[in-house]
């Protein structure tokens, strides 16, 4: 559990997002811990319209405006990703601390910059990079790292896109910034469509959307992406993470090891909230 000793302040860049909606709802929720100190919203009606929903958190149309009149202790940044990362890298120059959206710049030209430019020079940036830290993905990487499955070799992560669940590959495989060759394949395929991040389906209907597969090998490990189009929010396609080693595997919440005395375990981890049953 992290105990908060003080009211921690932030200043956001971007405010209409879904993802700068969160933040805004974590203020709300939890003013003891939590203060807004203004937010960046370049199109005034957009502004109007932030200041009227969160009572409270004053706009400023440009960031060194808003740096001019509050003192946070960061600033988010949740705004498209070329944008990001001139944002970062002003941040960076003022020597404020900053919490950023993923990604933070949109190609491996803008990452690299980015890389010699904060990075290098340790900078205080962060990047909400969040789906190894949910706890079924914590309890799967302490069980890797207590060695029971033995030198891992496996991993494969179907639930979610792109970086996501690369980050999830790397952290299953132990794997740094190596050398990877990398092959995929896209497929197409007809599903009914299901949630959204816009709410329930409204009608039935058939839809086509594409399957996308990937071998990522590092040499001695192998990693497979296997994404389906908004899989994670639909109601008939299942997520999948697997992660295999010499004395065992994961199967998503099932782990099946042998013993050296030759004897086999099957155990399944359970997550039991607080107050929970």
């Not at 957009?46 to 960031?63: C, D, H, Q, S």
């Not at 495989?173 to 092959?183: C, D, Q, T, W, Y």
């Not at 189009?229 to 295999?244: A, G, I, P």
Request: hydrophobic share 40%; proline share 4%.
């Amino acid at each position: 559990m992290i105990i908060i000793s003080r009211q921690i302040s932030f200043s956001i860049i971007g405010g209409n997002s879904f993802r700068a909606q969160y933040y805004f709802r974590i203020a709300k929720a939890l003013p003891e811990q939590f203060q807004i100190k203004g937010a960046v919203i370049r199109d005034e009606i957009a502004a109007n319209e932030i200041e009227k929903k969160w009572g409270g958190v004053k706009t400023y149309r440009t960031l060194s405006y808003l740096l001019d009149k509050e003192t946070p202790d960061f600033v988010v940044v949740s705004v498209i990703p070329e944008v990001c990362s001139q944002y970062l890298i002003q941040l960076a120059e003022l020597q404020m601390p900053a919490l950023a959206e993923t990604p933070p710049a949109k190609d491996l030209e803008g990452l690299h910059l980015l890389h010699e430019k904060l990075t290098m020079k340790d900078s205080k940036i962060q990047v909400a990079e969040q789906y190894q830290f949910h706890p079924m993905q914590q309890a799967r990487a302490s069980f890797i790292d207590s060695g029971r499955l033995g030198n891992i070799s496996e991993a494969t992560v179907s639930i979610s896109h792109f970086y996501h669940s690369v980050s999830l590959l790397r952290k299953m495989l132990k794997v740094g910034f190596g050398e990877v060759e990398i092959r995929g394949k896209r497929f197409y395929t007809e599903i009914v469509s299901g949630p959204s991040r816009a709410g329930y389906p409204t009608e039935d209907k058939i839809e086509t959307v594409s399957r996308d597969l990937a071998w990522l090998d590092f040499g001695d490990k192998l990693g497979i992406y296997d994404f389906t189009t908004n899989q994670h929010r639909s109601w008939v396609r299942t997520n999948h993470l697997s992660v295999r080693g010499v004395r065992g595997e994961i199967s998503d919440n099932r782990i099946n090891i042998q013993e050296n005395d030759l004897t086999p375990l099957h155990m399944d981890l359970k997550r039991v909230n607080k107050g929970g049953i």
